[in-house]
C-alpha cells in the first residue's frame, strides 16, 4: 500500500521471485532421437568451454566500469539499444545493512539509483509504522517537504486504515501473524533532467498482505509504476513528490501458492538489497 503524492494507490509491495528447472518426463530423450556418445560429448564438452568463455568475458566487459559515451541511448528507429537498460558497470553507492543508501553520484544514473532504492521504502511495511515514518520521511524527502509529507501519510496511515489490514495502530500485525509489504524494482527510466532535478520512473513488483493460518488478506503480488520527482539537496537526491499507477503486468505464471507458513518465513529469512544502475 502506497501513497503518491499526486494521487493515492492501491497495492505496491515488495518481493522476490522464484526460478524452476523442468525435467523432460520418462526416460525419452528431449529432442526425440537417441542418445549419441563419443564424438558428441567431446563437441558437447568444446560448446561449454566455449559458453564458459563467453561468459568470462561478458563478466569482464561488464565490471569495466563506466561508459565510454560513444553510443546514444537510441538506436536506429527510435528504438532503445540495449545499451539504454543494461548495467551501466559503475561502482554502485556504498551501503549499510538495515540502513537506507545515501551518497548518490550526481548525474542521471545516481538519480535512478535513489528513486529505486527509495521505492522500496515508500511501499513498506516500515512506513505503516508510526514511529519509524518519521525517520524514513527524513532521510527520504527533502527537507522542505518532510512536514508535508508526515501529515499526509500520518492522516492516509490512520488507526482505521491500519485496522482494516488486520494491524494494530503500531502497525504490528497480530500474533501468529507477519504483515508482508515488499517492493522490487525491476527497471528504471529517466524521463527529464537537469543538473538540480530529474523525474525517474520505477517499474515494480511486489508483495502484500498478511501471511497466517486464519489470515483473510493472504499475501499476493502485484505490478505497478512509481514516478519520483527527485531533487539534488545536501549533496545527495532526495525525493520532492511521488506517484503511482499500476502495471505494466505479466500474464500470471502458473507457480503453487506456498503456504502462509512458507511465506512468513520467507520474509523473515531473506534480506533485501541495495538497488543501483
Given at each position: 500500500?502506497?501513497?503518491?503524492?499526486?494521487?493515492?494507490?492501491?497495492?505496491?509491495?515488495?518481493?522476490?521471485?522464484?526460478?524452476?528447472?523442468?525435467?523432460?518426463?520418462?526416460?525419452?530423450?528431449?529432442?526425440?532421437?537417441?542418445?549419441?556418445?563419443?564424438?558428441?560429448?567431446?563437441?558437447?564438452?568444446?560448446?561449454?568451454?566455449?559458453?564458459?568463455?563467453?561468459?568470462?568475458?561478458?563478466?569482464?566487459f561488464?565490471?569495466?566500469?563506466?561508459?565510454?559515451?560513444?553510443?546514444?541511448?537510441?538506436?536506429?528507429?527510435?528504438?532503445?539499444?540495449?545499451?539504454?537498460?543494461?548495467?551501466?558497470?559503475?561502482?554502485?553507492?556504498?551501503?549499510?545493512?538495515?540502513?537506507?543508501?545515501?551518497?548518490?553520484?550526481?548525474?542521471?544514473?545516481?538519480?535512478?539509483?535513489?528513486?529505486?532504492n527509495?521505492?522500496?521504502?515508500?511501499?513498506?511495511?516500515?512506513?505503516?509504522?508510526?514511529?519509524?515514518?518519521?525517520?524514513?520521511?527524513?532521510?527520504?524527502?527533502?527537507?522542505?517537504?518532510?512536514?508535508?509529507?508526515?501529515?499526509?501519510?500520518?492522516?492516509?496511515?490512520?488507526?482505521?486504515?491500519?485496522?482494516?489490514?488486520?494491524?494494530?495502530?503500531?502497525?504490528?500485525?497480530?500474533?501468529?501473524?507477519?504483515?508482508?509489504?515488499?517492493?522490487?524494482?525491476?527497471?528504471?527510466?529517466?524521463?527529464?533532467?537537469?543538473a538540480?532535478?530529474?523525474?525517474?520512473?520505477?517499474w515494480?513488483?511486489?508483495?502484500?498482505?498478511?501471511?497466517?493460518?486464519?489470515?483473510?488478506?493472504?499475501?499476493?503480488?502485484?505490478?505497478?509504476?512509481?514516478?519520483?520527482?527527485?531533487?539534488?539537496?545536501?549533496?545527495?537526491?532526495?525525493?520532492?513528490?511521488?506517484?503511482?499507477?499500476?502495471?505494466?503486468?505479466?500474464?500470471?505464471?502458473?507457480?503453487?501458492?506456498?503456504?502462509?507458513?512458507?511465506?512468513?518465513?520467507?520474509?523473515?529469512?531473506?534480506g533485501?538489497?541495495?538497488?543501483?544502475?
Open positions: 500500500m502506497s501513497l503518491g503524492d499526486d494521487q493515492e494507490g492501491s497495492g505496491g509491495y515488495g518481493g522476490t521471485g522464484q526460478t524452476r528447472t523442468r525435467y523432460p518426463e520418462g526416460g525419452s530423450d528431449v529432442y526425440g532421437g537417441a542418445r549419441r556418445g563419443g564424438r558428441s560429448s567431446s563437441r558437447s564438452l568444446v560448446t561449454v568451454v566455449g559458453v564458459v568463455v563467453l561468459l568470462i568475458a561478458a563478466i569482464a561488464a565490471n569495466r566500469g563506466g561508459d565510454d559515451g560513444s553510443s546514444s541511448a537510441e538506436g536506429a528507429g527510435g528504438q532503445p539499444k540495449t545499451s539504454s537498460t543494461a548495467p551501466s558497470g559503475t561502482k554502485p553507492v556504498q551501503s549499510t545493512p538495515g540502513v537506507i543508501p545515501t551518497g548518490y553520484a550526481h548525474d542521471a544514473q545516481g538519480a535512478q539509483s535513489a528513486a529505486a527509495y521505492a522500496t521504502i515508500l511501499v513498506s511495511a516500515d512506513i505503516l509504522k508510526p514511529t519509524r515514518r518519521a525517520e524514513l520521511v527524513q532521510q527520504v524527502f527533502v527537507t522542505d517537504r518532510q512536514a508535508a509529507l508526515t501529515a499526509k501519510f500520518n492522516k492516509a496511515y490512520s488507526a482505521e486504515f491500519l485496522s482494516k489490514l488486520g494491524l494494530d495502530q503500531n502497525g504490528d500485525a497480530a500474533a501468529g501473524h507477519t504483515y508482508v509489504s515488499r517492493t522490487v524494482p525491476i527497471g528504471t527510466k529517466v524521463t527529464s533532467a537537469s538540480t532535478s530529474a523525474a525517474v520512473e520505477v515494480c513488483t511486489g508483495l502484500y498482505g498478511t501471511a497466517g493460518a486464519d489470515s483473510t488478506d493472504p499475501v499476493t503480488s502485484d505490478w505497478f509504476t512509481m514516478t519520483l520527482q527527485m531533487r539534488w539537496a545536501d549533496s545527495d537526491w532526495k525525493v520532492d513528490s511521488f506517484s503511482q499507477k499500476d502495471g505494466p503486468a505479466p500474464v500470471p505464471g502458473d507457480d503453487k501458492a506456498s503456504s502462509a507458513d512458507d511465506m512468513a518465513k520467507a520474509v523473515e529469512e531473506y533485501g538489497f541495495t538497488y543501483a544502475r
